[in-house]
């Protein structure tokens, strides 16, 4: 009886030496490999949100949408983060437009990368850069609910881009 539990025991310490040995990044195993990756997107991070953002034009691999309206690429809480994302290497060019005349220009690189990816999955496009500040000036931000601002902005007004 006793060999028997030594035995299950020696497997389950084995067993569990092995799975830290891959969380720890030993043996080339890594155990947050449950998944290829399919690709990342690119942040912009605004000053300030809500913004009066109002239009944001790609050109490139990433303008995959012909929307150019701000709702669909303004994330967040409050909404301050542009996401710009591509299915393929390449270069892509980003116009932001805010209703006060600021235009912030840039471009990404999406690379072919298998970087944090499980082996044997495809290579897929990753931006550089993956994080860009936008520093738009504060005549582009928007307090909702003051009406010396925006008149009588809402939230949903500045996320459907609808402010004038």
Do not use: K
């Not at 550089?128 to 500040?133: L, Q």
Request: a negative charge.
């Amino acid at each position: 009886m006793s060999c028997q539990n030594d035995a299950v025991r020696s497997v389950l310490v084995g067993a569990l030496l092995l799975g830290g040995a891959c969380s720890w990044g030993l043996l080339g195993c890594s155990s947050s490999c449950n998944a290829c990756i399919e690709g990342m997107t690119a942040t912009l991070d605004l000053t300030c949100g809500p913004s009066n953002l109002s239009e944001v034009r790609l050109t490139g691999v990433c303008s995959s949408s012909s929307d150019v309206s701000a709702s669909h690429y303004v994330f967040g809480n409050p909404p301050s983060h542009v996401w710009v994302a591509s299915d393929q290497p390449g270069a892509c060019h980003v116009e932001l437009l805010f209703q006060t005349g600021f235009v912030f220009v840039t471009d990404i690189q999406f690379v072919a990368s298998t970087e944090g990816s499980c082996s044997g999955c495809n290579p897929y496009p990753r931006p550089v850069p993956s994080e860009i500040s936008v520093d738009n000036p504060p005549s582009t931000c928007v307090t909702v609910g003051d009406a010396s601002v925006q008149g009588d902005a809402t939230l949903s007004d500045v996320e459907a881009g609808s402010l004038e």
